[in-house]
């Protein structure tokens, strides 16, 4: 019976998969014909052998991560180009699937076995991302404030500005609770549903061991947080500079700003953490930059044009860290 429930569950998953899939893409077709083909195809092959340097930046967002998790494991066995291989690998599992952070953070703490205790593991996944949720909190709310005050914004698109600031708050305030007030949310969790099941506690008791670690990260050395921050905005430095350097690439007629340049990634990290669910966010990418570029007074094709050049070093960087999956597997 289990079996069956599984493959109908990976069928599920499956289906569910290709309608995303779907409507992406043809999300990406309407976008692309709104814009003209022939005006994006254009834009895409002026990148020429920047695409080169584009991988690099790319490639320097995720060392940046992986500097920052080593961070988090200060003083375990963790080598930096296994954090980095498993950073690629875990990266290119979330965007082929719609469990997105769900499936490539788990998966971290199983590339690095062997290297380090599953308490260890999970610990310093959870503190780096929550140096890293925090960063593109503050990317995302200083993005909005920036895009607020200098887009030629529609009634809805300020509504959308206006919402997300005070997501960001929101969330702000939230994590200063947590902060203060340590609740442990898993382990009680955990324990009700153990107490329902008439199971043991022993996860509980793993769950209550795992959130005194995580909330250890507030007695680090300000030294040692200041560090894993430092990672954090050199990711998003680099990703930053990525934009730029497409922007000046490529043909516009419009002079383009490291503001633009700015505005253009924390939206495009906006739609990274509300759409992650959507297998490489197909159609969604270019949507979102093309509507971003038209309020900035952009052509938008060249929005367009930005997403899908980011897209193939996605793909390329994702292959990357599939082989090393393999090749780790077959190892």
Known sequence: MSTTTDAERSRSRTLLNLALAVIGGLLLVVTVRRVGWSTVQASVTGIGWWIGVVLLLGLGRFAARARAWQVCTRGSNLPFGRALAATLAADALGNLTPLGLLASEPAKVLFV?????????????????????????????????????????????????????????????????????????????????ATWTGRGETAPDRLRE????????????????????????????????????????????????????????????????????????????????????RALALDPALGVALALVRRVRILVLNAIGLVWLAASRRG
Do not use: C
């Open 113 to 193: 076995r062997g290297r380090l205790t599953t308490l260890e593991a999970v610990a310093s996944v959870a503190a780096e991302n929550a140096f890293y949720m925090t960063s593109v909190l503050a990317m995302i709310g200083a993005g909005a404030i920036v895009f607020f005050e200098r887009a030629n914004l529609s009634d809805v698109l300020q509504l959308v500005a206006q919402g997300v600031l005070a997501a960001v708050m929101i969330a702000s305030l939230a994590a200063l609770w947590v902060a203060r007030q340590q609740p442990a949310i898993l382990s009680r969790l955990a324990r009700g549903i």
């Open 210 to 293: 795992l959130e005194v670690h995580f909330y250890a990260i507030l007695r680090w050395p300000a030294g040692r947080i200041a560090h894993a921050f430092v990672w954090e905005a050199a990711f998003h430095v680099a990703a930053v500079a990525e934009v730029f350097l497409v922007l000046r690439v490529l043909p516009s007629a419009h002079p383009i700003t490291l503001i633009d340049a700015f505005v253009l990634e924390t939206t495009g990290r906006l739609i990274v953490v509300a759409f992650k669910f959507v297998p490489y966010r197909l159609g969604v990418d270019e949507a979102g930059t093309a509507l971003v570029a």
